[in-house]
């Protein structure tokens, strides 16, 4: 079997499993531009592989994701008979560590919500109940904002308090519930999307633009980071660029500190945050407890006070 056809196998394969699979089938695609798709696996060179991988400039995490895609698919290869070996370098340098996430600070969460007034005058597409609405919804249930986005107003149980989520980072469904004033929240803005128009009727989706459509990514990300240049929030150096999905992060975190102060048992509280934020592994809800100085101190705190409770035993 030729490269080409390899390797769109592979995707398939993959995607069947439940991967989407978008950022390595990109890599392994653009890869088949600069060589020969029709040859073997075997006849991709070293060479080849060395010149996708190197890119122009200093080690990134894009290197990182091009080697790592070459790597799972040449074990494919191999599993399947279609290449004996592998033409990846063995002496490969660790990739960069990955900046930590932006996190917002309570303040700044209430500076967002007070400054939807003035975005009110400007907005278009979106208005500010249905954006402070969004920013509630991915705070208050830690939802991916594609997630949030795809909400129908079946998928909303006012009754219950639970979100139904489907089509989510690994083709899964799981029930979110929503907490009293999450639910308060969803409830009052239900009633005003009702006016709106409803192209599809209970399948039309919760949130929405003035006319009814669904909200659109690119308009939704555009209109926040407005909202954030307004209110005078840019990050700092070193962390992730705040954004929306920041406030998936801001959840996380604030999530833990609030166990760690409420004497909580949080190792075995984390598998529980790791399935109703919808992680498949636990490890994957680590990358979002990144030690913020409040979360830092109330760990500290805890570890303080367990000291002096064994000393006095």
């Given at each position: ?19 989407k ?5 990109f890599?392994l ?26 890119g ?8 990182a994701h091009k080697?790592?895609?070459l ?5 494919y ?21 990955p ?20 975005h ?16 509630l ?16 107003l079946?998928?909303?149980d006012?009754?219950?308090?639970v979100l ?23 409830a ?6 009702v006016?709106?128009p409803?192209?599809e009727?209970?399948n ?14 690119r ?10 240049r ?7 150096e070193?962390?992730?660029r ?10 996380a ?21 790791s399935?109703?934020?919808g ?5 994957d809800?680590?990358v979002?407890?990144?030690m ?11 570890l303080?006070?367990?000291a002096?409770?064994?000393?006095h035993?």
């Open positions: 079997m030729n490269v080409r056809d390899a390797i769109e196998q592979y995707i398939l394969w993959r995607r069947s499993l439940g991967a699979f978008a950022t390595q089938s890599y695609r653009h890869f088949l531009k600069g060589v020969d798709g029709g040859v073997g696996c075997d006849e991709i060179t070293p060479e080849q592989v060395r010149a996708f991988i190197a122009a400039g200093p080690l990134t995490s894009t290197r080697y790592s895609a790597a799972g698919f040449y074990r290869a191999i599993s399947r008979g279609y290449a004996t070996r592998r033409p990846l370098p063995d002496n490969e340098p660790k990739p960069p560590r900046a930590p996430p932006y996190v917002y600070s309570h303040g700044e969460l209430r500076r967002l919500l007070d400054g939807l007034e003035r009110a005058r400007r907005a278009r597409q979106i208005d500010a109940d249905t954006l402070r609405t969004l920013i919804l991915l705070y208050g249930a830690g939802l991916r904002a594609g997630e949030a986005r795809r909400l129908t079946a998928d909303v006012l009754k219950e308090s139904t989520v489907r089509l989510s980072k690994f083709f899964k469904t799981r029930l979110v519930p929503a907490g009293p004033q999450l639910a308060g929240v969803l009052a803005y239900a009633g005003r999307r006016r709106h409803l192209p009727g209970r039309s989706t919760f949130l929405a633009n003035r006319d009814g459509t669904p909200l659109v990514k308009s939704v990300d555009g209109s926040f980071a407005l909202l954030l307004r209110v005078g929030i840019h990050g700092v070193g962390c992730l705040p954004g929306l999905h920041s406030l998936r992060h801001t959840f975190v604030h999530r833990v500190t609030a166990w760690y102060r409420e004497g909580a048992d949080v190792q075995r509280l984390l598998p529980v945050l399935t109703y934020l992680h498949a592994r636990l490890s809800t680590q979002y407890l990144s913020t100085p409040e979360l830092l101190q109330e760990a500290s705190l805890r303080e006070r367990h002096r409770g064994g000393s035993a």
